[in-house]
């Protein structure tokens, strides 16, 4: 066991308005299976990239291990797989490396062929195993779930509960609940550690939240009194020190020692109702700084004049000699949520390209009502890039309600000046997501939506589907997801 400090780090692009990272300080003990969480640009993968050296910085890190860093970038993906494996770490040993991939469910015949040949699934578990060949290092394990189906995920979660020593950021509630005993929260205003997994944390977290909710309901209700009480306390204190003045008519002396003393106590009481009126803000401003702002998204879809919208009667899509699925007959219904289920090349992309109007072959009966438009999110945002602006005007949405989704996913105002291509991974696929709540669409198709997506925005998403109950289809990863949304379960 050894110690991870981090002391009074401070961090922030050169350019940037905001550092990232300001005066924070923790350590992180290298024994630890640690979950890593936070909004999406908070920061998550610049604190790995700090750990590894490659930004300065001010303030100090300190470790007396190597920090290993996963993805690894495969430079020569046409190479076989042991020979990635020996660019990765040259001093492996095979039986060991064996050892892993049976713990993942992977055939030792991968080894022997091309590493581009290989599934994502494969090329994930491969990558994985050649990290934990590393001992004597502290694994950094960025988003490993992105392109694992749901039964692989389950697989590699189980394989990284057997082990420890690494910090693991991921989105996935159920992954990270299995495998992970402490976490590592970027909040808003500072980062913490709690031991524990997800839901523990996110319980605390609400409970905090909860806490200093009423607390500050109650602290505003104390100053609107203070306030009050104030005023009258001077207000009568004024009026005192007039009577002082006496009145010509009257020809009387009024006692201004006796007058002068009341008003002095008057003043006095209204300077500690001030004072405590003070106090009280004070203490308010302690309060929410990490409550995190999740208001209710809003969804633009219009009902479709018929129930039926999509059915598949023994549909078989085949590309050559390759089948992608066969004998498929399922029906999305208006008001529908249907999750598709399948293994990656089971052929739920291919199903989706068909009911979007691509020009797909295909045998049996397929029915797609007239007319019937259709939002759809697709897994690739590699091809988003400049303003948000000019994006909502080419994809003829309206702007004020688009940016005030994206605002409600936490994007910041900095955020719509910038090009979408220095985006983060988890922005780009919000982008897509807040343009399709603004399209005015019968049926939604969502094609791996939330991956890159922070867990905050997840259950904002979540909230969205189920109190708006709209038609979507929809193919997700993410277990804790589809149990909670899901209406029918289509599996291939």
Known sequence: MSLINVMHL?????????????????????????????????????????????????????????????????????????????????????????????????????????????????????????????ENSFLLIDEPTNHLDMNARKLVSDYLRSKRGYILVSHDRAFLDNCVDHILSINKTNIEIQKGNFSSWWENKTMQDNFELAE????????????????????????????????????????????????????????SIEARQQAAIENKSKLLHNIESSERLKISQVNFHADRLVEFENVSIVYGEKVACESVSFSIEQGDRVALYGKNGSGKSSLIKLICGENINYTGTFRKASQLKISYVSQDTSHLRGNLTDYARDND???????????????????????????????????????????????????EPLNFIDVISRMQIEELLLEFSPTILFVEHDSEFCKNIATKIFEL
């Open 397 to 447: 949405i309206d702007e004020s309600i688009f940016k005030a989704n994206l605002r409600k996913l936490d994007f910041s105002r900095v955020q719509f000046e910038k090009d979408m291509s220095d985006f983060s991974g988890g922005q780009k696929k919000k982008v897509l997501i807040a343009r399709s709540l603004c399209e005015k669409a019968h049926l939604h198709i969502w094609d």
């Open 10 to 134: 401070t961090f922030g692009y050169d350019g940037s308005y905001d550092n990232i990272f300001e005066n924070v300080s923790f350590q992180i003990d290298t024994d630890w299976k640690l979950g890593f969480t936070g909004r999406n640009g908070r920061g998550k993968t610049t604190f790995l990239n700090l750990l590894l050296g490659k930004y300065e910085y001010n303030g100090t890190i300190s470790a007396s291990v190597n920090f290993e860093y996963f993805p690894f970038k495969v430079t020569n993906p046409e190479d076989n797989t042991i020979e990635i494996i020996e660019n990765i770490y040259p001093d492996y040993v095979l039986w060991q490396v064996m050892r892993e991939l049976s713990l993942l469910q992977v055939s030792e015949d991968v080894l022997y062929r091309p590493f581009h040949t290989l599934s994502n699934g494969e090329q994930t578990k491969v990558l994985l195993a050649t990290l934990f060949l590393k």
């Open 216 to 271: 500050n309901e109650k602290l505003q209700r104390d100053i609107e009194r203070l306030s009050s009480a104030a005023k009258r306390t001077s207000d009568w204190s004024d009026k005192v020190e007039k009577t002082k003045l006496g009145t010509r008519d009257s020809g009387l002396r009024p006692d201004t020692g006796y007058i002068g003393h009341k008003s002095a106590k008057m003043m006095k009481r209204a300077k």
